[in-house]
């Protein structure tokens, strides 16, 4: 399946220099990357390969999503620093 959004370059780069692979989740806030160990890849979703790391994509969740951007990914980050302090 050829994904029909697009993935922001800032993304694609962060994804790429955390040596991680990321997981498009859903929650209350809206969709959240967040990377795996957090979270779990399902057998069924879409593996997009970004440099040495992959992104999954949740097939059901693809069809609504236009674009993976920044925000989506700020979501953890700024969770991911609030439970640091």
Do not use: H
């Amino acid at each position: 399946m050829i994904p029909a959004f697009s993935i922001d370059e800032k993304v694609r780069a962060y994804i790429r220099k955390s040596g991680q692979d990321f997981r498009l989740s859903t929650s209350p806030e809206g969709p959240v990357l967040l990377p795996l160990g957090e979270i779990s890849p399902k057998p069924s979703d879409m593996k997009i390969l970004l440099g040495s790391n992959i992104l999954y994509v949740s097939k059901l969740q693809a069809k609504y999503i236009k674009k993976i951007d920044w925000p989506m990914l700020e979501r953890y980050l700024s969770s991911s620093d609030e439970s640091k302090t």
